[in-house]
């Protein structure tokens, strides 16, 4: 199953915050943190071989926020 890349996620973001306001931006890790929480949600799809469509969408969902990758995205 064919994942998201980095600016599809950057951007589907940015378009939640024109769209209902908050904070714009990255947290400490600037791109290379949205990009290692894609890593971990990449390599729990190779190894775990995970394939169910809802349980990649969780991973994106807790990967991002536990990874504080945004300013506004937890």
Do not use: T
């Amino acid at each position: 199953m064919p994942l998201l890349d980095l600016d599809q996620v950057i951007a589907v973001h940015d378009e939640i915050i024109e769209r209902l306001g908050g904070i714009v931006g990255f947290a400490n890790g600037g791109r290379g943190g949205v990009e290692g929480a894609l890593k971990r949600i990449e390599m729990h799809q190779l190894y775990g071989h995970m394939v169910d469509v809802f349980s990649i969408a969780a991973l994106y969902a807790a990967a991002l926020a536990r990874g504080h990758v945004f300013n506004d995205g937890n």
